[in-house]
């Protein structure tokens, strides 16, 4: 049975507020010697996918305006955290991440905007893949296997994911310059 697009209280929200809730904890089991962590690793792939599982959930029951603003969000909070501590461990680069960062921000704000004027905005193909890729360069970052003798994977993969989210925010400009043109 679909649910009603203002609804709050739904099993795809429950599980993104859960992503929201036990982010703190991944953050704080993520090593600060770059040697990964099974539990790190475990936990990032539960939220991982859950991230899939809200998705599903919210294709079969039917979107929310609120989870389309939770998903997103939750995305952000889990992946950009995780980023942020991987900098201050020295694993991801403070410049990568930094761009990756300004590019979520700057669309998060595009989608309050877009909003306000009753028009949605949901994720592109790119932002997708993108966010796929961001989570793949944190998980080789805290699994044990590639964080001490291949941190090359985690690396590699953050400079893969900054040019895809780089790409998918210039789609969406593109996208905004076009309807700005148009009206």
């Not at 929200?13 to 790190?40: C, E, H, K, Q, Y």
Request: hydrophobic residues 50%; charged residues 15%; aromatic residues 10%.
């Amino acid at each position: 049975m679909p649910v009603d697009p203002s609804a709050i209280r739904t099993w795809a929200n429950a599980v993104t507020v859960g992503r929201l809730l036990i982010s703190p904890l991944m953050f704080a089991i993520i090593p600060a010697d770059n040697v990964g962590s099974w539990v790190a690793t475990g936990l990032w792939f539960l939220l991982c996918l859950s991230d899939l599982v809200d998705g599903q959930l919210a294709r079969r029951h039917g979107t929310t305006r609120s989870g389309a603003f939770l998903d997103p969000l939750a995305d952000k909070v889990c992946v950009l955290g995780s980023m942020f501590i991987l900098v201050s461990r020295g694993m991801f680069s403070p410049w990568l991440v930094g761009l990756i960062a300004a590019r979520e921000i700057a669309i998060s704000l595009y989608r309050v905007f877009a909003g306000a004027k009753g028009v949605s905005v949901p994720a592109s193909k790119a932002a997708k893949f993108k966010t796929f890729a961001q989570q793949v360069s944190v998980g080789f970052a805290v699994l044990p296997w590639s964080a001490a003798d291949y941190n090359y994977l985690a690396k590699g993969s953050l400079g893969i994911a900054t040019v895809l989210t780089l790409y998918s925010g210039l789609q969406y400009g593109a996208v905004a310059f076009k309807a700005r043109k148009q009206a």
